[in-house]
């Protein structure tokens, strides 16, 4: 019912910035949350930053002060902003969404993107 599509993952430099896009599609009724995620080889998915259905905005203590997302709610848009880039930045990063949805009746699940690599390295 509903399709994420990630942009923007590059190779930056340490310091650099990137900045991510993800564009939600489908039958959408309403974007409960929506944010990002990373995965590394051998890791687990850990949370990057995300919009909560309370309209506040939860940081991995790693990425706080370097890291803003913002949501385009009109566009279906979610945008991770990434500067003072790491080399521990370096991962997949998997756009994240909560949605309800409108498909013969109102349903609400979780969607992932397919990611987008981020590499950070001089």
């Known amino acids: 019912q509903v399709q994420l599509a990630e942009s923007g993952g590059a190779l930056a430099q340490p310091g650099g910035s990137l900045r991510l896009s993800c564009t939600a599609s489908?039958?959408?009724?309403?974007?409960?949350?929506m944010g990002w995620y990373r995965q590394t080889p051998g890791n687990q998915r850990e949370l990057v930053a995300t919009t909560t259905t309370d309209s506040s905005t939860n940081y991995a203590d790693s990425v706080k002060g370097r890291f803003t997302l913002t949501t385009d709610s009109a566009k279906n848009m979610a945008y991770l902003q990434m500067n003072s880039l790491k080399p521990e930045d370096t991962a997949v990063y998997y756009c994240h969404a909560d949605v309800t949805y409108i498909d013969g009746g109102i349903g609400r699940d979780v969607y992932w993107g397919r990611g987008t690599q981020v590499t950070v390295s001089s």
């Open positions: 489908g039958k959408i009724y309403k974007i409960n949350a």
